[in-house]
């Protein structure tokens, strides 16, 4: 079964802009974030360098894309 993807947004501590890419899971393990592509490559990002992290994961209640996602307000 394909996993769906989902738009993920980094904003590192020292970044000026957030890094944005296509993800089919997040989450921390220890001491790092990391980031599922669909073609199963995990990008592994140490929490002490992350600020925000922003997705969709899903509907909500009460809320929309343009609440969770960088920059778009």
């Known amino acids: ?3 769906t993807e989902f738009e993920v947004e980094i ?4 970044a ?7 993800a089919v899971s997040v989450y921390t393990k220890d ?12 990008i592994k ?3 002490c360098n992350v600020f925000q992290v922003a997705h969709m994961h899903g509907a909500h209640c009460n809320s929309s894309v343009e609440d969770y996602l ?3 307000k």
């Open 45 to 47: 990002y140490p929490l």
């Open 31 to 42: 001491a790092l974030l990391c980031c599922q592509k669909a073609d199963g490559l995990i």
């Open 1 to 3: 079964m394909a996993q």
């Open 16 to 22: 000026s802009s957030p890094k944005r890419f296509k």
């Open 70 to 72: 960088l920059g778009e």
């Open 11 to 14: 904003l590192f501590h020292t």
